[in-house]
């Protein structure tokens, strides 16, 4: 059997979402020829090319005509950017493709072009990045420019051809909230931009493949409409060439939330199924009918039958084989644990590296490409009230094989060149964190070229300073967690599992080992105070203030059906929330409660307010310091925490070097973060120390730490120096 699996528009711009790169590993394990694309970064492609924006510009000089010619009062604002875009056409023809290739890694030279020229076509977004440096940019700062260009082209796309259009989605507040689906339908039966531009790069794709079943990942709503157009376009494509049509499956993300309790049958006039949570055990329920497996509820997978019902696999599947009952459930852990990506079909040349942001935290996001893995699936917590932790693939949490994940990254960046990783879904669970790093500094230890990582992290107790500094020197460059409600009483509402000074002490422990520090944020949640959100606020702004987080963003609380909050709604437990559960036949994950139209007051406010702070404006008002007093007892506690010396040990210092002194004493001197230490020592005590030291730093550690203790005892003052400049406890 043969696939394609297809990634629809519109996802990132930085490198490949990885979940159709996760499903052809897994089909390739059990014999399926497979091919892997990216439509969305082909379709940006298409779109920012001379021939894509030579489109857009004909449909500006047909709107304008329309709009200066029609008798109804004009919207000027339009009419003057419509009139702008125009008369720089030439220039941005000939300026797209240059910018795009310079963005995309090529001709770097052109940089010293990009800060020169004053001739380049300006728009509302470019003469904004050019008023806040003064009219001066530099070459280093021409991929800044780059990218404001590239957005205001993205704005005419938008202005004159197709307004559902943006940088990295579409359509996406048509599906978050189609409680039906008609008018998603809608929406694609008049869609510009997909009818235009993706339909040409459809017909391509078929006329050179060869499979028997389409997979097409749907991450997000705004992959939505490109999804149908794809499978559309081949059922058409494919049952007017050969007669039939290959099998369309439909997963992802937005499948696996919004749809999982669909009524609608209409969504499979495009696919004839729909698969759940990890893909893996559905698919394999699939692929298994194409070698006569029986025809019955397929497991996690949802389809239309004959009489036109919706038959589920969700819930009571039949999952028997010839192995058993629970067969399929035991293949999905196995591949959860050990199926990794080697991204053989990605082109990270075609990738952008946009600068949308100054800020070095917020830049990780975009303008560097990532090879993108997991250390887990689901979450360790799976406690928080907001969550979907009533979803399968959210509290069913499964460390994957450390194993099997270097084998997945060795060969993609040997083949792609990038030791950059950025682990993602849910939070980094610190023992396979902790596994992953001592592994890392193997790897440079025995030649090879070690990982630099990030990715998404609890802000619990288990960061501890010397984790944290054991991290970081094994290639940890930053994280993003949730604090949510930044008050004692919004923490512990949201059920987060750590107090605002736990808070405080682990970011101080992080900050100390020179990690950046993202932080989300919500307001509006159920019964929070408007003086909460207002408290929240203000402890936001001192974290920013103290240096304690690097960036933040602000999420408007969204109550959802799989939450856990809903749960203990639905068993009496939370009678004073009301959810207004509309009519639905489609999506139906988000739900409206009595109340939150309070909460509306704070949308610009929050927003604004944090687009100062990251900025460095507003942080000295003198409102009491309650986070510097925090991170005073932080201080505290972690220095008490140096006094320990029990545990797994790490040396993450220079090694020591040993010399004999005329008084008979030794000398151990290593560096240190770029100073010079020093311990003076008996000769017997240096040289087993000496030892102990060498294996901490060139080992895991085991068992050495015991030889240092004899060597220079539990307390004093060698002790002191050796846990303030090296060693550390894991």
Sequence with gaps: MKALLVQPPFTQLNAPYPAIHYLAAFLRSRGVEVRAVDHSIALYRAIFSREGLQSAFEAARKKLAAMTTADEENDEA?????????????????????????????????????????????????????????????????????????????????????????????????????????????????????????????????????????????????????????????????????????????????????????????????????????????????????????????????????????????????????????????????????????????????????????????????????????????????????????????????????????????????????????????????????????????????????????????????????????????????????????????????????????????????KSAGLLVHAYLIYGFPGQSRQDIVDSAEVCRQLFATGLIDSAFWHRFVLTRHSRMRAEYLAGRRPALEPIDRPWDFANNDLRFRGEKAYDEFDGPLASSLEAWMAGEGLDSPEPARIEKLIELAEGSLSEEKKNLSGRAAWIAGLPLLREKSTGLCRLAWTYRGEARELRLPRAQAEMAHEALIRLGTTTGQGAIETLEAAIGSQGEAIDILRESGLVLL
């Design 78 to 510: 339009t009419i003057s950017q419509l009139e702008r875009y125009l008369s720089y056409e030439e220039l941005y023809l000939e300026w797209v493709e240059p910018i795009v290739a310079f963005l995309s890694g090529k001709d770097p030279a052109f940089a010293h072009r990009l800060s020169r020229s004053a001739e380049m076509p300006v728009g509302m977004r470019a003469e904004a990045y050019l008023e806040a440096r003064g009219g001066v940019v530099e070459p280093n700062d021409a991929r800044g420019l780059a990218t404001a260009l590239l957005e205001d082209m993205g704005d005419l796309v938008s202005y004159a051809l197709d307004p559902s259009f943006a940088t990295v989605r579409y359509g996406e507040r048509i599906a978050s909230s189609a409680s039906s689906f008609a008018p998603v339908r809608a929406a694609l039966d008049h869609s510009p931009l997909l009818e235009g531009a993706y339909a040409p790069l459809l017909a391509a794709e078929w006329e050179r493949a060869s499979f028997d079943h389409l997979l097409v990942s749907i991450p997000f709503p705004g992959c939505l409409l490109g999804a149908l157009a794809c499978a559309r376009s081949c059922r058409d494509f494919f049952g007017r060439t050969r007669g039939v049509a290959p099998r369309i499956v439909f997963g992802g993300g937005y499948v696996s939330t919004e749809l999982r309790n669909v009524r609608d049958g209409g969504i499979f006039d495009f696919c004839d199924y729909l698969s759940f949570d990890s893909g893996f055990g559905s698919l394999a329920a699939i692929f298994d009918l194409g070698k006569g497996g029986p025809f019955e509820p397929l497991y996690k997978t949802m389809y239309r039958g004959a009489d036109g019902a919706l038959v589920s696999g969700l819930e009571g599947a039949s999952n028997k084989d010839a192995s058993g009952e629970g067969a399929l459930r035991r293949l999905e852990d196995e591949a959860i644990a050990s199926i990794e990506p080697d991204y053989a079909d990605a082109d990270f040349g075609s990738y952008l590296q946009v600068v949308d942001s100054d800020n070095p935290m917020h830049r990780l996001w975009s303008d560097s490409p990532w090879l993108k893995y997991r250390l887990a699936q689901g979450c360790y917590w799976h406690r928080c009230e907001f969550c979907d932790t009533e979803l399968e693939y959210v509290a069913r949490f499964a460390p994957v094989k450390l194993e099997s994940l270097l084998a997945g990254a060795d060969a993609a960046s040997g083949r792609t060149g990038l030791y950059g990783l950025h682990f993602v879904d849910e939070a980094m669970p610190m023992a396979a964190l902790l596994a992953f790093a001592g592994a890392n500094r193997e790897r440079a230890r025995s030649g090879a070229r070690p990982y630099h990582y990030w990715g998404n992290v609890r802000f619990d107790a288990s960061w501890t300073a010397d984790r944290c500094a054991f991290l970081a020197a094994s290639g940890l460059v930053a994280v993003s967690g949730g604090i949510e409600i930044a008050t004692e009483a919004g923490l512990a509402m949201t059920d987060k599992g750590f107090d605002l000074a736990g808070l405080v002490r682990t970011l101080v422990a992080m």
